[in-house]
């Protein structure tokens, strides 16, 4: 499966990574590798969680993300 991850910089140089189709998967890091590591660990953990539990597997089939910029 494949998730869109949303990465910010902290303001202390830290970064904070997260999934919208994955309700309350969020992450963080010291650095860039490790916040997008300690992710893709919560992901598996997460998808273990609904598996486990029975519940559907969210994906993100028909959605679409574009990036646009703004003036």
């Not at 494949?2 to 998967?25: H, I, K, M, N, Q």
């Not at 660990?41 to 028909?62: F, M, N, Q, S």
């Amino acid at each position: 499966m494949r998730y869109t991850v949303v990465l910010e910089r902290e303001g202390d140089g830290g970064y904070v990574a997260s999934v919208p189709a994955l309700p309350g998967c969020i992450s963080q890091g010291d650095t860039r590798a490790q916040a997008l590591a300690n992710i893709r660990e919560a992901i598996a953990l997460y998808i273990e969680d609904c598996r486990e539990a029975g519940d559907p597997v969210p994906t993100e089939e028909g959605k679409e993300f574009v990036e646009i910029e703004a003036a």
